[in-house]
């Protein structure tokens, strides 16, 4: 499975933005999928995992109520909106396809390139 994020980009503070994640290769329906994020000099963490079929969802606490991922089987294409965006989350946005809907960033499989967001104050 190949993974390609697109969607990122520069906005301020409170503003929304949506990014995408579109799977070309295997079957996509057959994989959970997960948004991580990685800020300047910090670790890749998790922040939100949807499950194959798309009836369950995971958030990291400090996104919850702010983000939603979803899912489009047959787009191939998983999305991340979010809301009330802030400067903290500013970071490149990563998808990763795996087995579970996990926040284990050791469970994914495959892996995109990352797309960059940026959130002005």
């Known amino acids: 499975v190949q993974l390609q994020a697109s969607g990122g980009g520069l906005v301020q503070a409170g503003d929304s933005l949506r990014v995408s994640c579109k799977a070309y290769?295997?079957?996509?329906?057959?994989?959970?999928m997960g948004w991580f994020r990685q800020a300047p000099g910090k670790e890749r963490a998790f922040v939100a995992a949807?499950?194959?079929?798309?009836?369950?969802?995971e958030y990291a606490d400090s996104v919850k109520g702010r983000f939603t991922i979803s899912r489009d089987n047959a787009q191939n294409t998983i999305y991340l909106q979010m809301n009330s965006l802030k400067p903290e989350d500013t970071a490149v946005y990563y998808c990763?396809?795996?087995?579970?809907?996990?926040?284990?960033?050791?469970?994914?499989?495959?892996w995109g390139q990352g797309t960059e967001v940026t959130v002005s104050s």
């Open positions: 949807i499950s194959s079929s798309g009836s369950s969802t």
């Open positions: 290769g295997s079957t996509f329906s057959a994989y959970a």
């Open positions: 990763a396809a795996g087995p579970l809907p996990t926040f284990l960033y050791g469970s994914y499989y495959y």
